[in-house]
């Protein structure tokens, strides 16, 4: 049996090779030349080959196979429930019915009440909008302040402020409080404020003749809010005990988190504070306002968060995701366990720490070379960081039984029986899930190959790879162990263009502008180089998002030379006439093409994907480009 499986590893190789270069040539558009619009030539089919589909680009597709092999999971877990012995109290059971519930639930603006009327601003109080006709609102006994802690524990923030549990800069070892500044859109927090607003009251019912006067007085609490933030302030970010932040600010921040944890709270426990002057401000601005118009801003931001928690319909798919985005763990392991046998999963995550591995030993060459003229002491503070740099394939716990490590961390999750109702479900599974983010502050902060990320809904729900800088680790999701993105038996032009770029530009985000500043140990560490300065400012003057252009730029680069040095007594490939190093371009630049014709944002991947390659002169010998025109300066980085 073993013989005939070596007889047909070849034939697997080849076939997957000519699959992914096929759909590579599928998008690529021959009339446009790459010397002048790299863009247009690679992704120029996109549009018109993906004109019925669902997604947009090659994350959301891999997204939607995830969620479709997902939907068959379920489907196999409801047709087990119907067993006598099905465990309703197990993993299984739990997420089968999160999900049947979200399957018979209507999840629109209407629906939004159900959980408003679950939730109240406080002990003996209603939201305004639901006081009977008659009788008045007790604004008395309303403190903002504590309904905010309320709607924290449901994992409601950027209300008045920013709340997370991050690793101490100081000492990455623990976890604590950061509170910061809400972060604010061009004209409003909210995404299309004014209509949403308007939406949220009506819904509530709230008079009509009362909407649209209460919409702008919101909004105009909003602008107050926004104009005490000063961009050119200088940062004045402090470490602070609860008690001194209570007595200089005013306002009863031990009571605050007493009822966010749960328990009560040492007046000594530390918080981070940024833009502090933020917070001594806020006092005068709360106490000119109108109690009821905070509830009801309060109320309107806390809606809003929920839809935004629960967009989408009844459809299986729609309903995996949101399986994926509230228990994700769990839905890792589901995924896991259905679609990777135990071999099969270990040879993708060697592979992929093997391509890392060779990134990172050509990065460190790059290093030892100093061409950024770093002191000695720089350069063994850059190879730390590098040689301690993890990978973690699924963002999984390190453990020997996954199963029973997911069962213990869902031990806590107690869903009620009887009908479904996916409202009360939804709650419970918010509220877990910031217990579990909330409970970090009395750990020990995992690190290295023990980490794996208590992923935000955004992160959870999306097949992107992400660099997390103080445990100084790379989240590879499930979802990229597929083609088009990764194939196991594929050549290593795929390998090295598509997951080797990717983890390339993960690298360099570790010695980016933020990166660079912090150590291999996770603390705050200041790092201070010329040359280095010089390059970042050489990479601003073509780009708003420095650290993004650096792995853009960088990671190609790296990606290319590691590939080109394990490729340079290879002159061809055996299941294709076309240069290696055309294909290696070419598939690099796949993972920036999506449909321009629906979002703004790929206009700014065209942008990312042409500075890469500007000036680059392997790119400019695989296409034979003669740049008779002057170029835009290349930034040289490691």
């Not at 999160?98 to 209507?106: D, E, F, M």
């Not at 809010?225 to 470490?239: A, C, F, G, H, V």
Request: aromatic residues 12%; proline residues 4%.
């Amino acid at each position: 049996m073993w013989i005939i499986c070596l007889l047909l590893l070849p034939l697997v190789a080849a076939s997957s090779n000519t699959r992914l270069l096929n759909g590579i040539l599928n998008h690529v558009d021959k009339e446009a030349n790459p010397c002048e619009n790299f863009y247009n030539h690679a992704c120029g089919q996109y549009n018109m080959r993906h004109m019925d589909d669902t997604f947009f680009d090659i994350i959301q597709m891999l997204d939607h196979q995830v969620n479709q092999n997902l939907v068959k999971v379920m489907d196999d877990l409801e047709l087990s429930s119907q067993s006598p012995d099905f465990n309703v109290s197990s993993v299984d059971g739990k997420v089968l019915r999160y999900y049947l519930s979200c399957r018979g639930a209507p999840r629109n603006m209407d629906s939004l009440s159900e959980y408003l009327k679950v939730i109240s601003p406080g002990e003996g109080l209603t939201w305004p909008q639901f006081i009977p006709d008659g009788s008045s609102w007790p604004q008395e006994n309303f403190k903002w302040l504590e309904t905010l802690a309320h709607l924290h524990r449901y994992g409601l923030t950027n209300v008045f402020f920013n709340l997370e549990v991050v690793s101490n800069p100081r000492n990455a070892t623990e976890y604590m409080v950061e509170l910061n500044t809400p972060t604010f859109g061009e004209e409003s927090q909210l995404p299309n404020s004014f209509i949403e607003i308007l939406s949220v009251l009506y819904v509530m019912k709230v008079p009509s003749s009362e909407i649209i006067t209460l919409a702008r007085k919101i909004r105009t609490l909003e602008l107050s809010l926004k104009t005490m933030i000063n961009p050119i302030d200088r940062p004045n970010n402090r470490y602070i005990s609860i008690r001194d932040f209570e007595m200089e600010t005013g306002h009863n921040w031990q009571r605050f988190f007493e009822i966010l944890i749960g328990s009560s709270a040492a007046p000594e426990l530390q918080v981070l504070v940024r833009n502090f002057r933020y917070f001594t401000s806020l006092k005068e601005l709360m106490d000119k306002q109108d109690a009821r118009l905070v509830a009801s801003y309060i109320m309107t931001r806390f809606a809003i968060f929920l839809f935004d928690e629960t967009t989408g319909g009844r459809e299986s798919a729609e309903c995996v995701s949101q399986m994926r985005r509230n228990l994700n763990l769990a839905a890792s392991m589901l995924y896991k366990e259905r679609f990777f046998e135990h071999s099969a999963f270990s040879g993708n995550v060697l592979e992929i720490k093997d391509i890392f591995e060779k990134l990172r030993h050509q990065f460190l060459l790059q290093v030892d070379q100093n061409h950024l003229e770093l002191t000695a002491l720089q350069k063994k503070f850059v190879v730390r960081k590098a040689e301690a740099i993890e990978i973690n394939v699924g963002n999984l716990p390190k453990t020997d039984n996954l199963r029973q490590f997911v069962g213990q961390y869902y031990q806590d999750l107690q869903f009620p029986t009887g009908e479904l109702d996916y409202h009360q479900l939804h709650l419970k599974v918010l509220q877990f899930r910031t217990q579990k983010m909330l409970a970090q502050i009395q750990q020990r902060a995992l690190r290295g190959a023990e980490y794996f990320d208590l992923q935000e809904p955004s992160s959870a729900i999306a097949s992107t790879s992400y660099y997390v800088m103080r445990p100084n680790v790379i989240i590879v999701p499930l979802g990229l162990l597929q083609e088009p993105f990764f194939q196991l038996e594929s050549d290593d032009v795929f390998k090295y263009s598509l997951m080797g770029y990717i983890l390339a530009h993960h690298l360099i985000s570790a010695f980016a502008t933020e990166g660079i500043t912090i150590g291999s140990d996770g603390n705050d560490q200041p790092f201070r180089s010329h040359r280095f300065e010089e390059a970042v400012s050489c990479l601003s003057r073509n780009a708003d998002n420095i650290d993004e252009t650096m792995g853009d730029i960088a990671g190609l680069e790296l990606a290319y030379s590691t590939y080109a040095k394990m490729a340079k007594n290879r002159n061809r490939l055996d299941f294709t006439h076309l240069p290696p190093e055309q294909i290696f371009f070419l598939n690099a630049g796949q993972f920036f093409c999506g449909n321009s014709d629906m979002l703004v944002q790929y206009k700014e991947d065209q942008v990312r994907l042409q500075r890469a390659i500007e000036g680059f002169e392997p790119f400019d010998k695989a296409f034979g480009c003669n740049r008779n025109k002057p170029q835009h300066e290349k930034c040289r980085l490691w």
